[in-house]
């Protein structure tokens, strides 16, 4: 059975890990034209996912931070922190496959 944790109406995979696991603390947040940082002439579809999710991290009270982590030719991963209202930090990791949130230990 799989948990599963709803932040702003979007549906996260949840991992409660073994072991620690730090906070993503990073404090630079990329805004609307971070796509053109990783790619040079990125295609209208890199533009609008990207554009959909950072519109979602700024309209999503709670989010921390929120970032393109890593990219190559064909896909790229959003990460980010979120805190929920009871004080609790998730890691989020956003991929084409995927959407995770990973318990930060405290």
């Given at each position: 059975?799989?948990?599963?944790?709803?932040?702003?109406?979007?549906?996260?995979?949840?991992?409660?890990?073994?072991?620690?696991?730090?906070?993503?603390?990073r404090?630079?947040?990329?805004?609307?034209?971070?796509?053109?940082?990783?790619?040079?002439?990125?295609?209208?579809?890199?533009?609008?996912?990207?554009?959909?999710?950072?519109?979602?991290?700024?309209?999503?009270?709670?989010?921390?931070?929120?970032?393109?982590?890593?990219?190559?030719?064909?896909?790229?991963?959003?990460?980010?922190?979120?805190?929920?209202?009871?004080?609790?930090?998730?890691?989020?990791?956003?991929?084409?496959?995927?959407?995770?949130?990973?318990?930060?230990n405290?």
């Amino acid at each position: 059975m799989s948990r599963t944790i709803e932040i702003n109406n979007v549906t996260f995979e949840l991992t409660v890990p073994r072991k620690e696991v730090s906070a993503i603390e990073r404090e630079k947040w990329d805004g609307m034209n971070a796509i053109f940082e990783c790619y040079d002439r990125p295609s209208i579809y890199k533009q609008q996912i990207w554009n959909d999710w950072y519109l979602w991290s700024i309209k999503t009270i709670g989010v921390r931070s929120f970032y393109i982590s890593g990219y190559n030719c064909m896909r790229f991963t959003i990460s980010g922190l979120y805190e929920d209202e009871n004080g609790n930090k998730y890691n989020l990791y956003i991929t084409r496959d995927h959407n995770r949130a990973i318990l930060v230990n405290a």
